[in-house]
């Protein structure tokens, strides 16, 4: 498994992909989907599309990666995540399947839910990329739209060494006449979609070309076409990186009106304000409590640890105490880089062969000028941070999302 073990788990290579499909009667077919690929924001465009498309009465599909406490969040219809015993089900049916091909953990998990929603005869499945794009298993559809969110970098050793050639790997969810949007142009990058897009004459939109998103002191995300304002959110969950994403998810929304999708003004208000209630979205700045405050995120690597700083600057507190994880092939040093200074840390590991050892991420933080102490166990951590915190205080937990994935009140 990719999401204990990492690399040694990868496989980059769509052909056990397509067998499998074969094997199933190919459900990829047989339904409509829209594909969501980039570095970050994907998890969180890719719930609030199916928010919209599931408050406009579709019956929509969610695939989304890797989850937090149970498998079967994986894979979700209406907001209701796949029952343990059709799990069980199809992985009796693919055994034979299994003993011939080795498929990967991610393969089979990707042919499950493509089963899942071919036989429930789903109106659409909002698909999101595992890892990169070209090779990803989920590459194997054919949407309607597809969707790009921020490039940064991130799973180096696999997608390539600068941004322009991981946005490459990304743009490989490119399709032959689909429809694709950018959520954001970026230097260097949009050049690469461009070509891409020119070679597989798709219809390439960049989304801050239609809408600008920008936070209001009241903490509203005002959305505007040209002059007009088109929108003013309550956004969930709350976070800077969101006025990044909902430009992209609303120009997805049109290219969906225009392919004959009946989406209302009011179906896109609901699906963006109550998106946590519609699909069960979880660890993206989710408040655990208040007095003090207690938040945790999932984002992990540059671009959205910097987002997530600019948010805990902007939310009132007095201390700052974090508790912070990460895995073992992540760069981590660029990250702690970036952690205030003045805040006081419990370094911790999450309980995964993958998770890099509470002492050495000590020792790196400790070059980075930060300062704190090694409790191992994510809840013992967050307990020793509670003790300290007075109400005017906050405590943010996060590094990596299998440190998320250990807090016991999520």
Known sequence: ?????????????????????????????????????????????????????????????????????????????????????????????????????????????????????????????????????????????????????????????????????????????????????????????????????????????????????????????????????VYSLKVQPAGYYQKKNIPGVLKVIEVLQARGFNIGEEHVIRGIEDVKTITGLKGRWHVLGNKPMVVCDVGHNKAGVEFIMRQVASTPHHKLYVVWGAVNDKDVSGVLAMLPKEAQYFFCQADIPRALEAEKLYEEAAKQGLKGKVVKNVNEAIKEAKVLASEDDMIFIGGSTFVVAEVAEL
Not at 41 to 64: E, M, R
Not at 199 to 218: C, I, K, P, V, W
Request: net charge negative; hydrophobic share 40%.
């Open 1 to 229: 498994m990719f999401q204990r073990v990492g690399g040694a788990a990868f496989k980059k290579d769509l052909g056990n992909t397509l067998a499998l499909c074969q094997y199933l009667n190919n459900p990829e077919h047989q339904f409509k989907s829209v594909h969501i690929a980039g570095t970050n924001g994907k998890g969180s465009s890719s719930n609030y599309l199916a928010a919209i498309l599931q408050s406009a009465g579709y019956k929509t599909g969610l695939y989304t990666s890797p989850h937090l406490k149970n498998f079967t969040e994986r894979i979700k219809i209406n907001g209701k995540e796949i029952a343990g015993e059709r799990v069980i089900n199809f992985m009796n049916r693919v055994y034979p399947f299994i003993e011939e091909h080795h498929p990967s953990f991610f393969e089979l998990t990707v042919g499950m839910a493509f089963d899942y929603f071919a036989e429930e005869q789903v109106d659409i499945a909002v698909v999101e990329v595992g890892m990169g794009g070209r090779l990803d298993s989920t590459n194997v559809i054919i949407p309607e739209v597809a969707l790009i969110t921020n490039i940064s970098e991130d799973h180096k050793q696999w997608l390539g060494n600068t941004l322009e050639e991981i946005a490459a790997e990304k743009g490989g969810i490119i399709k032959d006449h689909v429809p694709v949007v950018i959520s954001e142009k970026q230097k260097g990058i949009s050049e690469v979609f461009e070509r891409i897009s020119i070679e597989r004459h798709a219809a390439l939109s960049f989304a801050e070309d239609s809408y600008t998103a920008t936070f209001e002191q009241s903490g509203d995300l005002v959305v505007q076409s040209g002059d007009s304002q």
